[in-house]
Structure formats: structure tokens, C-alpha cells
């Protein structure tokens, strides 16, 4: 039950976002941009945002040789480009928005560490850098074997090494907090810790009904855009995405860390890089899919193991380390990877199942949301 003065002032706005993560900031700053004068609210169920755009890796990356082949196996390829086009695109979009400076961003070049297993792979570089070629006006994989000892990895597991020129690095909580202040100095409210439980058009405008421990209250908007990425199932149970739970774990500084840059390793399935002294690790969600398609933002042992193995025996083979933090994220997947960009209808756009690379596509997709609703 709300009072007449609450009715007035506070439930009704021209655009509401649902989810703050990097698509729904970026939706709603592309929107206020256009249209200055009108009123915009992103309504969010966490007290942080509570998905995967601050827990992420922080690559600035559009896809590593292998996962690239693999995607060419079951995507056709015109969709394959287009999709990295959209993610180096978004990456060019948020270093403009933001700055370089403001989020760290660090144009380190990244690395693919290629085993026995993905030598074949390699074959296939010249094809894919050509492929590429109209995105980026030059090669982006190049060997770059000598390095292999210079970063420590062993000769024995590690037989290759290839650099890719056009990625880099961000610091993800800067990203975020630098979205989350550019929309507050441009008036959009940030309401937190609010869930949105349904919403419905009635033709005039569109009613989201939502709640949180205290209350249940109505918004009322002329448009939404649903941007809630892994949980997008419990809001529309017909769309056709999963959660795929992604787990990191960071070491302590580590005192003359020669590995600087982003490294991916088995079609994407594993990443690190260093933050400053320190190195993360993430991916072996293809230990456990079933486990992993799962919305519980906890680390499991089983996998957290495998990586300090993974740490242990490959990238940090010589050096003495200690793990200082663990943590987990979901993420969005489907059938096909791309996201689901769409109305559903006049009023009602959606924008969610970024995949493992959002941070890149994410700002792409925030600037379509607006283009569809226009
Ligand atoms: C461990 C990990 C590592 C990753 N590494 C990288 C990387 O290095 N590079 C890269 O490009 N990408 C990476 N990603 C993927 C990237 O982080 C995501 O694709 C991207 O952040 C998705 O952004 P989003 O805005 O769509 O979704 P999210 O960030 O998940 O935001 C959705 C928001 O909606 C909110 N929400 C959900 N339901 C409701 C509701 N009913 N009401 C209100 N609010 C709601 C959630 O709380 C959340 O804050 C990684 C992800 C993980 C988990």
C-alpha cells in the first residue's frame, strides 16, 4: 500500500531498467543520453550489483585461436565474425565511456598457452588471422614460443605459445563503480536490493510489481529493458538460457611476477592473468557442467582444487604462492552464443545471456536495447 505522495513522486519514471550490471547501466546511460529530460530508474535485486560484472576475470579479450575454431564448428561463421566484431566494438565503446585511466585498462597483448592436446590448432592460425583480417586491418595471432620460459611455464606441458596484439586488461570494480557514478552524475536513480518479480504491459505503460524484505511496490514505466542476464529464466521461463557458474581464486602479491598480460588456455575453458603482483585463475566449469549450471553464487572444492593444481604444476611451477581470496559468478549460456537481444514488445526490450565475454559485448548490446526501443 502506497500513499498519495509516494504515488506522485516516487513510482512512476519514462524508463526502467531492471539488473545493474554492465548491460543495464550501459542501457541506461545510452537512454539518458538521448533523452536528457526524461526520467530513468535501474532497479536492482542486490546491494551490490549481484551478477557476473563484478565478479569477473577483468579480460578485455573477443576470443582465443581455440575457442574461436570451436565455435566455427557448430556456429556459422558470418555469425561467428559478427559476434566478435560486436565484442571488440563494445570494448572500443566502454574505453571511450569511461576512459582508459579510470578502469585500468592495460593494453598488455594476451596469450594462449597450447598444449599436445590443441597442437592441431595452430594449423588453423593463418585461416582464422585471415578471417579477422577486415575487423582489425592485421594479424591478431602470432607465435610467440620464446616467451614460453621467460614467463616460467614448463616446456614439458606448455609447447606453444601464441600472442594475440589486440587485448588487454581492465580493473573490473573500477569499470563498474565508473558506470555506476556516470549514471548518478546524469540523474538516473539506482534503487538496490529490490527484486523485480513480474511486470506486465497494459498497453499505456508497462507495471513492474517488486519487493524486497520490507515491501512490495508497483513501478510504472513507458519502457523497460530486462537486463538480468543469468537469471533471466525466473522473470521469462520460455527463453532459452542457463546460468553457468564461473570460479576464480587469486594468490597473494608475489614478489618479481614475470607473467604480465591475459592468458586462456583449452578453448577458453581456463584463464588467468596477473592483477598487479598477483595472479587470478578462473574457468573448470567443464569439470562439472550439471553442477555448474547453477545460480548459487558459491565455490565448490572440487573445482577451486583442480585450479590450485592448475596454478601449481603449470603457471606458477617455480614460484612459492598462497591463495588469498577465492570467489564464484554466474554467467549466461545457450544454445547458440550470442545474446538475446529483442523486444517483447513496443514497450519491452531485453538484453541478456552475455556469455563468458559480457565485459566486451556488454556496452554493444546496452547501445541495441536503445536502438530497438527507439
Ligand atoms: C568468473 C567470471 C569471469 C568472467 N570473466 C570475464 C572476462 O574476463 N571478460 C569478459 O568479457 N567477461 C567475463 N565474464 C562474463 C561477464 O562478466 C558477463 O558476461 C557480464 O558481466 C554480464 O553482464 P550483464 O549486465 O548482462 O549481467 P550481470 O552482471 O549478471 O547483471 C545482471 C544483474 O541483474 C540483477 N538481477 C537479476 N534478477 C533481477 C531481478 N529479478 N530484479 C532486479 N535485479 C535483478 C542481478 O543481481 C545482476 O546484478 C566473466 C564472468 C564470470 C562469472
Given at each position: 500500500?502506497?500513499?498519495?505522495?509516494?504515488?506522485e513522486s516516487f513510482?512512476?519514471?519514462?524508463?526502467?531498467?531492471?539488473?545493474?550490471g554492465?548491460?543495464?547501466?550501459?542501457?541506461?546511460?545510452?537512454?539518458?543520453?538521448?533523452?536528457?529530460?526524461?526520467?530513468?530508474?535501474?532497479?536492482?535485486?542486490?546491494?551490490?550489483?549481484?551478477?557476473?560484472?563484478?565478479?569477473n576475470?577483468?579480460?578485455?579479450?573477443?576470443?582465443?585461436?581455440?575457442?574461436?575454431?570451436?565455435?566455427?564448428e557448430?556456429?556459422?561463421?558470418?555469425?561467428?565474425?559478427e559476434?566478435?566484431?560486436?565484442?571488440?566494438?563494445?570494448l572500443?565503446?566502454?574505453?571511450?565511456?569511461?576512459?582508459?585511466?579510470?578502469?585500468?585498462f592495460?593494453?598488455?597483448g594476451?596469450?594462449?598457452?597450447?598444449t599436445?592436446?590443441?597442437?592441431?590448432?595452430?594449423?588453423?592460425?593463418?585461416?582464422?588471422?585471415?578471417?579477422l583480417?577486415?575487423?582489425?586491418?592485421?594479424?591478431?595471432?602470432?607465435?610467440?614460443?620464446e616467451?614460453?620460459?621467460?614467463?616460467?611455464?614448463p616446456h614439458?606441458?606448455?609447447?606453444?605459445?601464441?600472442?594475440?596484439?589486440f587485448?588487454g586488461?581492465i580493473?573490473?570494480?573500477?569499470?563498474?563503480?565508473?558506470?555506476i557514478?556516470?549514471?548518478?552524475?546524469i540523474?538516473?536513480?539506482?534503487?538496490?536490493g529490490?527484486e523485480?518479480?513480474?511486470?506486465?504491459?497494459?498497453?499505456?505503460?508497462?507495471?513492474?510489481?517488486?519487493?524486497?524484505?520490507?515491501?512490495?511496490?508497483?513501478f510504472?514505466a513507458?519502457?523497460?529493458?530486462?537486463?538480468?542476464?543469468?537469471?533471466?529464466k525466473?522473470?521469462?521461463?520460455?527463453?532459452e538460457?542457463?546460468?553457468?557458474?564461473?570460479?576464480?581464486?587469486m594468490?597473494?602479491?608475489?614478489?618479481?611476477?614475470?607473467?604480465?598480460g591475459?592468458?586462456?588456455?583449452?578453448?577458453?575453458?581456463?584463464?588467468?592473468?596477473?592483477?598487479?603482483?598477483r595472479i587470478?585463475l578462473?574457468?573448470?566449469?567443464?569439470?562439472?557442467?550439471?553442477?555448474?549450471?547453477?545460480?548459487?553464487?558459491?565455490?565448490?572444492?572440487?573445482?577451486?582444487?583442480?585450479?590450485?593444481?592448475?596454478?601449481?604444476?603449470?603457471?606458477?611451477p617455480?614460484?612459492?604462492?598462497?591463495?588469498s581470496?577465492?570467489?564464484?559468478?554466474?554467467?549466461?549460456?545457450g544454445?547458440?552464443?550470442?545474446?538475446?537481444?529483442?523486444?517483447?514488445s513496443?514497450?519491452?526490450?531485453?538484453?541478456?545471456?552475455?556469455?563468458?565475454m559480457?565485459?566486451?559485448?556488454?556496452?554493444?548490446?546496452?547501445?541495441?536495447?536503445?536502438?530497438l526501443?527507439?
Amino acid at each position: 500500500m502506497i500513499s498519495y505522495w509516494e504515488k506522485e513522486s516516487f513510482v512512476n519514471y519514462d524508463f526502467i531498467v531492471v539488473g545493474s550490471g554492465i548491460v543495464g547501466l550501459t542501457a541506461a546511460i545510452e537512454y539518458k543520453e538521448a533523452h536528457p529530460k526524461e526520467k530513468v530508474l535501474i532497479i536492482e535485486k542486490g546491494i551490490l550489483p549481484s551478477g557476473a560484472s563484478t565478479k569477473n576475470a577483468g579480460f578485455a579479450c573477443f576470443g582465443s585461436l581455440t575457442e574461436i575454431c570451436d565455435d566455427l564448428e557448430s556456429i556459422p561463421s558470418s555469425k561467428v565474425l559478427e559476434t566478435i566484431e560486436n565484442r571488440y566494438r563494445g570494448l572500443q565503446k566502454l574505453r571511450n565511456r569511461l576512459g582508459d585511466k579510470a578502469f585500468d585498462f592495460q593494453p598488455l597483448g594476451g596469450y594462449e598457452l597450447i598444449t599436445n592436446q590443441q597442437k592441431d590448432y595452430l594449423d588453423r592460425t593463418s585461416e582464422i588471422n585471415k578471417m579477422l583480417y577486415p575487423i582489425f586491418n592485421d594479424n591478431v595471432f602470432s607465435p610467440a614460443d620464446e616467451k614460453i620460459g621467460a614467463f616460467g611455464f614448463p616446456h614439458q606441458t606448455v609447447k606453444h605459445l601464441l600472442f594475440n596484439q589486440f587485448e588487454g586488461q581492465i580493473h573490473t570494480g573500477k569499470m563498474m563503480k565508473g558506470l555506476i557514478d556516470l549514471a548518478r552524475s546524469i540523474d538516473i536513480e539506482i534503487i538496490t536490493g529490490t527484486e523485480v518479480i513480474d511486470f506486465i504491459d497494459d498497453g499505456d505503460r508497462v507495471i513492474i510489481n517488486c519487493k524486497n524484505q520490507f515491501q512490495k511496490v508497483d513501478f510504472y514505466a513507458e519502457k523497460i529493458s530486462i537486463c538480468v542476464n543469468a537469471y533471466a529464466k525466473k522473470l521469462l521461463p520460455q527463453l532459452e538460457v542457463s546460468p553457468g557458474r564461473g570460479q576464480v581464486l587469486m594468490t597473494n602479491p608475489i614478489k618479481n611476477l614475470p607473467i604480465k598480460g591475459t592468458f586462456h588456455m583449452d578453448r577458453g575453458y581456463y584463464y588467468f592473468r596477473n592483477v598487479g603482483n598477483r595472479i587470478l585463475l578462473g574457468g573448470g566449469r567443464n569439470l562439472d557442467y550439471e553442477g555448474e549450471t547453477t545460480t548459487t553464487i558459491k565455490t565448490s572444492p572440487q573445482i577451486i582444487s583442480h585450479l590450485k593444481l592448475l596454478l601449481k604444476e603449470v603457471i606458477l611451477p617455480n614460484t612459492p604462492h598462497q591463495i588469498s581470496m577465492t570467489w564464484a559468478g554466474i554467467m549466461a549460456f545457450g544454445d547458440q552464443k550470442v545474446p538475446i537481444v529483442k523486444l517483447l514488445s513496443d514497450r519491452i526490450a531485453i538484453g541478456v545471456r552475455m556469455g563468458g565475454m559480457g565485459v566486451a559485448i556488454g556496452s554493444e548490446v546496452g547501445k541495441e536495447i536503445n536502438s530497438l526501443l527507439d
